[in-house]
């Protein structure tokens, strides 16, 4: 499912913005509302927020105050307002804004159930609401999900997709490619009340808001504290300011509701704040504190900020851990969502859940939250995940493993931007380390060669290529580097790059893949080109080079035929669409799929057992199953990338990828 033409339902702040993030990326959508002045207000807001998207390149000299204008206007004339449905008959995907109350929601997915065509997803971004609920109405629960903005939509980089009892994997894998294509960063996670970051984020302020009431502490005492503690991106207290009292009390009592008031506190300061109409900066300011700054949340009392700091941060790894326990997200996109949903930058100091807890030691966390426990109550009590790593011995980054794995190099190593790391019984594992997205820069398949070439000397049978990345396998080529070289050049550096991989594919040394998060254009290449692909369940594969006016370099049009079949592989290389970790291991370009936290354990286990098997059987096998990626074929799909990339396309799809802009490909 491709969204060519997209709609917003509810004009308001929130609509008007998530608006503005599809027309700026070049997609029709239509925007509507009950009245012609909430859609106009909603028109305004997305003027409003391009032109300050835009005011800092021309402070900057990038653009001129004309070409300012000229791209705002570019993006409202892609704006349709309207009052009726009548725009919405041949849309592709609709996002609904209306307040969160399900009843109302309910009245416009069954209007819109019957105003758009049988295809199109219908999603929600509903920051609490049961999305299984919502889609009931409809006559298609299948193509019903959440698609969750995190506010200011212009400026949070998260989408959380939220799959129903009854969304289909398609809605999702839709939904994924559309936030991608909106230059948003999705996480998949299951339906339960707050998702991913809100139900971490209220459980751990719940917390500050029960010491808060229970010993009347004083709110600024509490956000200068926590503030300078370094353990959050904005103060707790003018945190709830920004985002609207009233929207935090809303999730706060429908995980009261759901989980019971003990795990999640309720102040009654905050109830009596939404009551009497102050909400925060939506209210002009009034709200915990008011527009001169002053507290009305009532408390003088010092708090004690390092017990409140160790509360807050303890109640939101307990609560990290019950999504990953219940199946909820992985681990990976837990983490992923607290960085791109509520700012927990690791390169500022803040770290997410499970980073924070691999690098404090998990055994340290264990004993912590024990101690919590007897202190606090049931609340605290240590998840069965981390008693279970724990007894395991993975402890964290200091023993090479805990919820993530992390690289322990050998001493001397034979290049700088592949680590290789020797294990027992003849497994090896070179780690991709490129920051930031590990992508493949001639200095990459150089260095490459050298792990190669140490790998072969050093008489390794099994080879686990692996990400030093968290978040990611390899997102591809470096386009930067591919621009700044010469004809002579780039063959050469595909060349090279096609002839390592044919040493491995000849090889018997057997490789294995470890695909975390993204694998795509090269990177999913580089998966293809090892003897087997063992994929986390957050990882995505995709070819997107024809997004691009180019085409696949690395074997991606030979050895993908050669896996998933010649059909599946040319819709992959043709519409350039992400596909799933499911998705692939229905396909089979994915061997297995594991949850994203036993990815390593999975791939030493293949490993250990490959690297026992005889080496010249092996070799044998590999090399009479080569299947379509044939040497002919290889050097066709040479002379071909070489021919698409000197075209006009090409220079027009890497420039408007490099401007972060739509392409404009003319066939030249």
């Not at 005011?55 to 791209?71: F, I, N, P, R, Y």
């Not at 804004?97 to 159930?113: G, N």
């Not at 995940?385 to 190593?413: H, K, M, W």
């Not at 002919?632 to 027009?652: C, T």
């Amino acid at each position: 499912m491709f969204v060519k033409k997209a709609a917003v339902v509810g004009a308001g702040t929130m609509g008007g913005q998530i608006a503005q993030t599809i027309a700026g990326a070049g997609i029709p959508v239509v925007l509507k509302d009950i009245s012609e002045d909430l859609v106009a207000a909603g028109v305004e807001e997305a003027r409003r927020v391009s032109e300050g998207q835009l005011a800092g390149d021309v402070k900057k000299g990038k653009l001129t105050d004309e070409q300012a204008s000229a791209s705002v206007e570019q993006v409202l004339s892609l704006i349709t307002p309207t009052t009726s449905y009548a725009p919405f008959a041949d849309v592709d995907f609709v996002i609904e804004a209306v307040p969160e109350r399900m009843e109302v929601k309910q009245a416009v997915f069954a209007e819109l159930d019957a105003a758009t065509p049988g295809r199109a997803v219908l999603a929600s971004n509903t920051s609490s609401l049961s999305i299984s609920e919502i889609a009931e109405v409809t006559l298609r629960p299948e193509n019903v999900l959440g698609f969750h903005y995190f506010y200011p939509a212009s400026l949070m980089p998260l989408i959380e997709v939220v799959e129903g009892e009854q969304t289909s994997e398609e809605a999702i894998a839709c939904a994924v490619a559309f936030a991608q294509a909106i230059r948003k960063q999705p996480i998949v996670c299951g339906e339960v009340p707050g998702f991913v970051v809100n139900r971490i984020l209220t459980s751990g302020m719940s917390e500050i808001w029960r010491e808060q009431e229970q010993r009347q502490l004083s709110i600024e005492a509490i956000d200068e504290g926590i503030g300078a503690a370094g353990v959050v991106p904005i103060a707790p207290y003018r945190l709830l300011n920004l985002l609207g009292l009233d929207t935090v009390l809303h999730v706060a009592e429908h995980l009261a509701e759901s989980y019971g008031p003990e795990r999640f506190y309720v102040p009654s300061a905050l109830r009596q704040l939404v009551a009497d109409g102050r909400l925060g900066a939506k209210t002009g300011g009034e709200g915990v504190y008011d527009p001169e700054g002053r507290p009305n949340v009532p408390g003088q009392a010092q708090p004690d900020v390092g017990e409140l700091v160790q509360l807050l941060s303890l109640k939101s790894f307990v609560e990290a851990c019950l999504l990953l326990e219940e199946g909820v997200a992985s681990h990976r996109d837990i983490d992923f969502g607290m960085m791109a949903g509520a700012g927990m930058d690791p390169r500022r100091g803040l770290m997410p859940p499970f980073m924070k807890a691999d690098a404090e030691g998990l055994d340290e966390v264990l004993n912590r939250l024990s101690a919590a426990a007897e202190r606090h109550g049931e609340r605290f009590a240590p998840p069965r995940i981390l008693r279970r790593l724990v007894a395991q011995g993975r402890l964290g980054t200091a023993s090479g493993q805990g919820f993530y794995a992390y690289p322990r190099p050998d001493e001397q190593q034979p290049a700088e931007r592949l680590k290789l790391e020797s294990r027992e019984d003849g497994v090896a594992i070179a780690w991709l380390s490129n920051p930031p997205m590990n992508a493949l820069s001639p200095e990459v398949v150089e260095d490459f060669e050298k792990v190669w070439q140490a790998v072969v000397k050093g008489g390794v049978r099994a080879l686990i290529v692996a990400s030093a990345n968290p978040m990611l396998f390899c997102a591809g080529a470096d386009i930067r580097a591919f621009t700044t070289m010469d004809e002579q050049a780039g063959r050469q550096l595909i060349d090279r790059a096609h002839d390592l991989f044919a040493e491995m594919r000849a090889s018997s040394v057997t490789t294995i893949a470890a695909v975390n998060g993204l694998a795509y254009g090269g990177g999913c290449e580089l998966a293809m080109a090892c003897d087997f692909r063992i994929a986390a369940r957050s990882a995505i594969f995709g070819q997107p080079e024809i997004k691009l006016g180019i085409i696949p370099g690395f074997g991606g049009t030979q050895r993908l035929p050669a896996l998933i079949g010649a059909a599946d592989a040319l819709e992959m290389n043709l519409t350039g669409e992400p596909i799933l970790a499911g998705e692939a291991l229905a396909l089979r370009l994915a061997n297995r799929v594991v949850a994203d936290h036993e990815l390593l354990d999975a791939c030493l286990s293949w490993a250990g057992r490959l690297a026992r098997q005889a080496p010249k059987a092996i070799a044998e096998i590999k090399r009479v199953s080569a299947g379509g990626a044939t040497a002919a074929g290889i050097e066709a799909e040479k002379a071909a990338f070489a021919a698409v990339f000197a075209s006009g396309d090409a220079k027009e799809g890497i420039s408007a990828f490099l401007q972060k802009r739509p392409p404009r490909f003319k066939g030249s």
